[in-house]
């Protein structure tokens, strides 16, 4: 079993940036964060390999938001930068002991944090 707690959210305006954190309880071979908004599904955002390092993005994020993980903490980030409005949700840190970390498909994840909300502020 993995406990997952994020933190970070908050409100931020266009062009902002904020970092999420995820501490975790342990280990799975792949993490991720997802996010998702009132009436859609659940999106893949960011995902790592434990293991091997390799990061993978969703098209809309990609060179805007990055994943890294402190081993040593067991914990998760991600940095978002220049952000958009259509960057408002709830994010949650998701885990998996599947490969490939590269589908980030919710149904995928076994374990998820309780999820942390950003908005835009004007």
């Known amino acids: 079993q993995v406990q997952l707690v994020e933190s970070g959210g908050g409100s931020v305006q266009t062009g902002g940036s904020l970092r999420l954190s995820c501490v975790a309880s342990g280990d799975r071979w792949c993490m991720a964060w997802f996010r998702q908004v009132p009436g859609r599904e659940r999106e893949g955002v960011a995902a790592?390999?434990?293991?091997?390092?390799?990061?993978y993005y969703a098209d809309s994020v990609k060179g805007r938001f990055t994943i890294t993980r402190d081993t040593a903490k067991n914990t998760l980030f991600l940095q978002m930068n220049s952000l958009k409005p259509e960057d408002a949700a709830v994010y949650y840190c998701a885990a998996r002991s599947q490969y490939p970390c590269a589908r980030m498909m919710p149904t995928d994840y076994n374990y998820w944090g309780q999820g942390t909300r950003v908005t835009e502020s004007s």
């Open positions: 790592i390999s434990t293991n091997f390092g390799s990061k």
